[in-house]
C-alpha cells in the first residue's frame, strides 16, 4: 500500500507543480494571447458541454481509434512478412526508407484529392503516420527472436500458425508495443492536423475556430482538452500493455531480483 501510495505521489508531484507554476506566472497576465489560468478554468465547463463533447470529442476519439487500429493491423502483417524474410527485407527496405522520410502532414493535400474531406481522409492521415513506428518495431522484433527458440519450436513440429502466434509474435511483441506507443502519440498529433483541413468538427477544428474568433481563453480549454485526451489514452494503453506483456514484465522483474 505504501508503495502505491508511493508510486502515485511521483505521478502527481509533476503536473501539480507545473500546473501551480502556470497559475503563478499567469496569474497578473493582461495579454490577449496568454489569459491567466484562472480564466481559462472558469470558462472550461461553459465551452466543454456534454453537447460539445458529443459533437466535437467523440468523433475525434473514433477518428483516432479507426487510423490507429488500421495502422497497428498494417503495420504488424507487414512488419511480420518484412521481418521473416531476409530477401522481402531486401527488396523492400529502400521503399520504406523514401516513404518513411516523408511527413505525414504533407500527406494531407494528397490524400484529399483520393479520399474527398469526409472521414476517410482524416482517418487514412492518422493511419499514413501511425504506421511506420508500428511497422518498422515489428521488423526489428521478428528480426531479434531468439534462433534457438525458433529452432526448437522447429524441433517439436511447431510450424505455421501456431508458430507464428506463440514464437514469433510472442517474442516480438515487446518491440510492437513500444512501436505501438510511439504510434499513438503521433497519432494525436495526426488527428488534429486532419482536422484543420475542410472539417466541420473535432477538437482541431473547434480550436481553430475559437483562434479565428480571437476566443483566446476557450481555445486554451481546447488545448487541455487535447492534454487530457492524451493522458486518458496513455493510461489505457499502459494498462493494456501490463496485462498483455504481464510475462514479459515478470521475467524482467524475476531477473533483476536474482542479479
Given amino acids: 500500500m505504501k508503495r502505491l501510495a508511493l508510486r502515485l505521489l511521483f505521478v502527481v508531484a509533476l503536473p501539480a507543480l507545473l500546473v501551480a507554476a502556470w497559475w503563478l506566472v499567469s496569474a497578473d497576465s493582461t495579454e490577449v494571447y496568454w489569459p491567466p489560468l484562472r480564466t481559462i478554468l472558469t ?3 461553459d465551452v466543454w458541454t456534454g453537447e460539445r463533447l458529443r459533437a466535437d470529442v467523440l468523433p475525434s476519439v473514433l477518428r483516432l481509434l479507426a487510423g490507429y487500429a488500421a495502422a497497428a493491423v498494417v503495420g504488424v502483417a ?3 512478412v518484412i521481418g521473416s524474410y531476409r530477401r522481402v527485407r ?7 526508407e523514401f516513404l518513411r522520410a516523408v511527413p505525414p502532414p504533407v500527406l494531407v493535400p494528397v490524400i484529399m484529392l483520393f479520399a474527398g474531406i469526409g472521414d476517410t481522409m482524416k482517418i ?3 493511419a499514413s503516420g501511425c504506421v511506420w513506428p508500428v511497422l518498422l518495431n515489428t521488423v526489428e522484433g521478428v528480426r531479434a527472436v531468439d534462433p534457438v527458440m525458433a529452432e526448437t519450436a522447429r524441433s517439436y513440429g511447431i510450424t505455421g500458425v501456431a508458430r507464428l502466434r506463440n514464437v514469433v509474435l510472442r517474442s516480438a511483441s515487446p518491440q510492437i508495443f513500444a512501436g505501438l506507443r510511439q504510434a499513438l502519440s503521433i497519432g494525436i498529433i495526426l488527428m488534429v ?6 472539417a466541420s468538427n473535432g477538437l482541431g477544428f473547434t480550436i481553430v475556430q475559437f483562434q479565428r474568433g480571437f476566443a483566446i481563453p476557450d481555445m486554451w480549454t481546447g488545448i487541455l482538452v487535447l492534454g487530457l485526451l492524451g493522458f486518458a ?3 489505457v494503453f499502459h494498462l493494456v500493455e501490463r496485462r498483455v506483456l504481464a510475462w514479459y514484465h515478470g521475467l524482467r522483474t524475476a531477473s533483476r531480483r536474482s542479479s
Fill in 124 to 126: 487514412a492521415v492518422i
Fill in 78 to 80: 507487414l512488419g511480420t
Fill in 43 to 45: 470558462t472550461f465547463p
Fill in 193 to 198: 492536423i486532419s482536422e484543420m483541413f475542410a
Fill in 233 to 235: 489514452l496513455s493510461v
Fill in 90 to 96: 531486401a527488396v523492400c527496405e529502400p521503399v520504406l
